[in-house]
């Protein structure tokens, strides 16, 4: 009898246990989303069915702009050279600028060899200490050894009038996002617009008004590369401390002094960061910008790409690394130092300006001893490069003699491509062309919605709408389904490499040098060894893509992982976890904001690539786009260029969970 009794009883504990667990789980707001989604598609899914069976999208619902557009087209071309607005206000910008960067290419070169690489080594030491220096001076003997000197002098001078107008423009713009809410609202989708629009989709316009040269070169790289600017000046001001700005309100300051005196030194780092990331994405154009006529370093890659010449995009694509790696370590190391020249407190008013005193004549010194070596040291001897074209070419012709062909029992690479391409991109493009219209813009809406807020949700969905509605749909799901098959593969590779990497220090001291290496490289030299390895196609876009974003997603989560609490994971080993099980069970969950992080880094940097792989036979909305620009035709690249703006925006959304939801 007492036997049976705990069975007996045991019954009305589990029935009371299910409402108790099923409650549990109704207080999640996601149980709740869940529940309300499913309820709305067994209403709407079969009248949805029922209206618009068709898997594209109605043309009914489309805009057609090629009439507009190619009037506008036309008009520009009919008058840039008679309209006074062309003559008189974009003339004079052109004009401008390429005084400006005509001027600082003359003075590098006036100034030699010798004179550049010296003051460039005492100005990184001068503000990052003595390794940023010593990088400096390497990096710029590199340029010289590999023959790229002249290159790379014209490469720094477009680089230093694009930044200079970059940082003027986005400063200013983020003063005006930081110091007004109204402004914020307002150009928060603006900037947003900028950077998910791709590079090659506003060249068309600004090669329509400013014709081809370095004008609109500076100019796309400008609006490329301000949009962070902006947006870490508006973060830097709008997250000044509260009470410091009230201690200073009772002093009686104005709002030029609080904004002097106050808001820019509290926000110092964030504006030193808003310079370093503006020039590592002006660099990042230096390729894209020769299509439209940047002479330089960028020029000598894309004339490489047409031919598939490996090594010589290889000795120019180094020295654009070795800018941005001096660059880098120059400015994004300047936060942690104080400023050059400045005593720190301690000493009183005759010391101080004693100090100065020492500070100005030194530097008068380094400089006029810089000028003065430039008079002896012009152009960098011919008999101290060291051609690597020859040998790096060699090497590829080997690979791909040993690679392409076959390898006994895996295949070669183009079994690979054509495997990649068959097996996952073909299904997977006729996956999501045959999809129901109404059902992508449901599963997004859903994705979204699930992840953030309703407005996430709506913006979203009218995004995915947009592409429709601007007549793009089909090539738009072919190009989304490039990106999602790259996207799938670069956070297999990141993360198996990134767990690796935090949990070994040697392997993360090993792979930072070639993550910064593969992270800095102009993105046209990764479609050059890819065409000779895969061919011409979707396959050789993709792989470019996934080796563009894999760094950002190895360092993103091996980060995540590493800063997990020391104190949850010896926990979990007192406990008896295993490593495998501490890495699904405490690692993840505790780093899930940086791995939610990285899936967004990687959609947006695979995006970016894969519509840069329409010159390697992408196909899809990046063809548009570079069709576009080599026609001169404004409707079709600007249509695309939008729809892609839509596309990376929904993925965006889609990916990146709001604040609000993090907060819950």
């Known amino acids: 009898m007492s036997s049976v009794t705990p069975t007996a009883g045991a019954r009305p504990a589990d029935a009371h246990a299910r409402p108790t667990a099923l409650k549990t789980a109704w207080r999640r707001p996601a149980a709740r989303k869940l529940l309300l989604i499913a309820l709305l598609t067994a209403v709407v899914a079969p009248f949805a069915a029922a209206r618009w069976g068709s898997g594209s999208w109605p043309t009914g619902l489309g805009v057609d ?8 087209n036309d008009w520009i071309i009919d008058n840039r050279d008679s309209h006074w607005l062309f003559l008189y206000f974009f003339g004079h910008i052109s004009d401008a600028i390429i005084t400006a960067v005509r001027g600082v290419y003359v003075v590098l070169l006036a100034l030699g060899w010798a004179s550049v690489t010296a003051g460039a080594s005492l100005l990184a030491w001068r503000l990052a200490g003595v390794r940023a220096g010593l990088t400096a001076l390497a990096s710029f003997a590199v340029c010289g050894l590999l023959g790229m000197w002249v290159p790379t002098m014209r490469t720094l001078a477009l680089m230093v009038v694009a930044v200079a107008l970059s940082v003027a423009v986005g400063a200013l713009l983020g003063l005006a996002a930081g110091l007004s809410d109204r402004t914020f609202r307002a150009l928060r989708p603006v900037l947003d617009t900028m950077q998910a629009l791709p590079a090659f989709a506003y060249l068309l316009p600004v090669v329509l008004v400013f014709g081809i040269g370095v004008a609109p070169a500076v100019l796309a790289t400008v609006v490329y590369a301000a949009p962070p600017m902006a947006r870490l000046t508006a973060l830097g001001l709008r997250g000044t401390d509260k009470g410091v700005l009230e201690a200073v309100d009772s002093l009686g300051a104005t709002a030029r002094q609080r904004l002097l005196t106050a808001r820019l030194p509290l926000a110092r780092r964030e504006l030193l960061l808003g310079v370093n990331q503006t020039i590592m994405m002006a660099l990042s154009m230096a390729v894209i910008a020769s299509v439209i006529g940047a002479d330089g370093l960028g020029d000598r890659v894309y004339q490489a790409l047409s031919t598939v010449d490996v090594g010589s995009a290889l000795a120019a694509g180094i020295p654009i690394v070795l800018l941005a790696i001096v660059l880098d370590r120059s400015v994004g190391n300047r936060s942690d130092r104080s400023w050059a020249g400045v005593p720190q407190g301690g000493t009183g008013g005759h010391d101080q300006r004693r100090a100065r005193t020492r ?4 530097w008068a010194a380094a400089i006029a001893a810089i000028v003065a070596l430039g008079r002896v040291t012009a152009t960098w001897p011919d008999t101290w490069t060291v051609p690597i074209a020859a040998p790096v070419n060699e090497a590829k012709d080997w690979m791909v003699a040993h690679l392409y062909s076959g390898i006994p029992g895996i295949g070669g690479t183009a079994d690979w491509s054509a ?14 062309q045959a999809l129901p219209w109404w059902g ?3 599963i997004v809406a859903a994705l979204a919605w699930l992840i953030g807020t309703w407005r ?3 913006t979203a969905t009218l995004s995915l709408a947009a592409i429709g509605v601007l007549g793009r749909w089909n090539p738009a799901m072919d190009t989304l389904s490039q990106v999602l098959a790259a996207v799938a593969v670069t956070l297999v590779l990141g993360f198996a490499i990134a767990v690796v990497a935090a949990r070994s220090a040697r392997v993360d001291r090993l792979l930072r040098p070639v993550l910064d290496v593969f992270q ?3 993105q046209f030299v990764y479609l050059i060894p890819v065409v000779a390895l895969f061919g011409i196609g979707r396959a050789p876009a993709a792989a470019a893509a996934v080796v563009y974003a894999l760094p950002a997603v190895v360092r993103i989560v091996s980060q995540g992982l590493r800063q997990v609490d020391p104190a949850a994971l010896e926990s979990a080993r007192s406990l008896g976890a295993t490593g495998g099980q501490q ?10 904001p940086q791995l939610l992080l990285a899936v967004n880094q990687a959609v947006v940097l695979v995006l970016s690539v894969v519509i840069i ?5 992408g196909g899809a909305l990046g063809y548009e786009v570079v069709f576009g620009l080599a026609q001169g035709d404004l409707a079709t690249g600007l249509t695309a260029g939008v729809a892609i703006a839509c596309l990376g925006l929904m993925l965006d959304r889609v990916t990146q969970p709001t604040k609000a939801k993090e907060a819950k």
Do not use: K
Not at 422 to 428: N, S
Not at 583 to 592: K, M, S, Y
Not at 613 to 617: D, F, P
């Open 65 to 72: 702009l090629t009439g507009p557009l190619g009037r506008a």
């Open 359 to 362: 500070t100005l004549t030194t």
């Open 419 to 432: 495997h990649y391409t068959g097996w996952i991109l073909d299904p997977l493009r006729d996956g999501l």
């Open 440 to 442: 992508a813009l449901a």
């Open 456 to 458: 996430t949700a709506l």
């Open 520 to 522: 800095t490289m102009p």
């Open 583 to 592: 890495l699904r069970q405490v690692q993840f969950p505790l780093a899930r």
């Open 613 to 617: 792989g329409a010159l390697v036979g």
